[in-house]
């Protein structure tokens, strides 16, 4: 204010006597006042900036972007430090919008859990007699609503099929609502349920139904094959002249198949998966190598599920030796039998369920039949033994030899 007069003083052709300078000091208050009012207005408009900015925090923070949000925050506060009590809230600041998204979520959960209650009560007050589905535009040929429910619920069970393709199960619930209905029949996921676990899966608790017992325990996957790649480094022998030994890098690949009867295919080879997956679709393949056997689950104390099997070369029929002279005897060689015994736990890996098997034991069992003795011989578990990741075939499953 004093500043503000004396400049208005020293200007020129201003007098400074006393009479003059009362008209002075009036006129010298007007700047003055209009100085405060534009700083007043320039709080208000930080303090408003300062809102807009906090608000806008607390949107990305409900919204997940954490980072934006933290951002907005420090610049609403470099602003107004105590911005955060001076906003009157319409809503409430913990997200109204957040608890109202959570609701709608859980009430879709609760709609998605009574899905198969509330088709079937649709489909019970359409008409008085109950039809699966009914055709969108009218057809001059029979349509698949005519056939009665034990024909479709055997059409379902052959899409399962013997091999447990409940993929193509949960696609056909798609189609409409009496389809969903019959995709979620509790005998078809019990039966299944059975094919896997056998007799220890005859209790229910601690699940809510079989579908969603199949679902969630652990169990290996028979759409696809579990594959293996290792390699490795090895010496070679020394040239003739001796001025330098080879490398050999060595690379193979073990392939295991799971079948819902409880049967198991191990190959190993250096062939790649494009050639070597196709021969592994049947049991009846006529490769060479191949090793045939049974596995079952076992589900430990410690809660984590394992893989035994026994594995085994597929016998083959020896010719029988004519010789030629008539006293000729040939000391015959000690026949034996040679089996694996393997041990692998059943991981997740990722966002695949079951996709995933770590070796545990590795061994080999030669009996002699002549005294039935065993020689078991075990191989240590070290990086050579890499475990084995699951691929999907889509061809394993795409033909149906018998039903459920």
Known sequence: MFRAQWMFELAPGMSSSGL???????????????????????EIAKEEK?????????????????????????????????????????????????????????????????????????????????????????????HISVLPMEVLMYIFRWVVSSDLDLRSLE?????????????????????????????SCNKLVPYASWREMFLERPRVRFDGVYISKTKYIRQGEQSLDGFYRAWHQVEYYRYLRFFPDGQVMMLTTPEDPQSIVPRLRTKNTRTDA???????????????TKVF??????????????????????????????SFH???????????????LVWIHHSCHI???????????????????????????????AFSEKPL
């Not at 610049?75 to 913990?94: C, N, W």
């Not at 393997?342 to 995933?356: A, E, I, M």
């Not at 005294?371 to 075939?393: H, Q, S």
């Open 171 to 199: 696609q056909l619930s798609l189609v409409c609502r009496g389809f969903y209905i019959c995709a979620r029949d509790p005998e078809i996921w019990h039966q299944v349920c059975l094919k896997i676990w056998g007799r």
């Open 367 to 397: 009996t002699y039949k002549s005294t039935g003795e065993t020689a078991i011989t075990t191989f240590d578990i070290d990086k050579m033994y890499t475990p084995l990741f699951f691929a999907r075939v889509k061809s394993f499953t």
């Open 342 to 356: 393997v041990g692998l736990q059943l991981c997740s890996s990722g966002r695949q369920r079951f996709n995933k």
């Open 50 to 142: 300062a809102k807009e900015l906090f608000l806008k925090a607390v949107e990305e923070e409900q919204n997940g972007a954490l980072y934006e949000a933290i951002k907005f925050y420090r610049l609403a506060m470099q602003l107004v430090p105590d911005i955060e009590f001076k906003i009157t809230y319409t809503r409430s600041p913990d997200g109204d919008g957040v608890g109202k998204r959570c609701v709608e979520d859980n009430k879709e959960d609760e709609k998605m859990a009574d899905l198969l209650s509330d088709f079937q009560q649709q489909l019970t007050l359409q008409e008085s007699s109950v039809k699966l589905c009914q055709p969108e535009v009218d057809v001059s040929q029979t």
């Open 290 to 304: 191949i090793l045939l056997g049974h596995y079952r689950l076992s589900q430990e104390t410690d809660n984590q």
């Open 309 to 338: 099997a026994v594995i085994m070369k597929k016998k083959e029929e020896k010719p029988i030796d004519y010789h030629k002279y008539r006293y000729f005897r040939r000391v015959p060689a000690q026949e034996t039998d040679h």
């Open 20 to 42: 003059e300078s009362l008209p002075c000091r009036a006129s010298s208050r007007g700047p003055g006042v209009k100085s405060v009012d534009a700083r007043g207005k320039h």
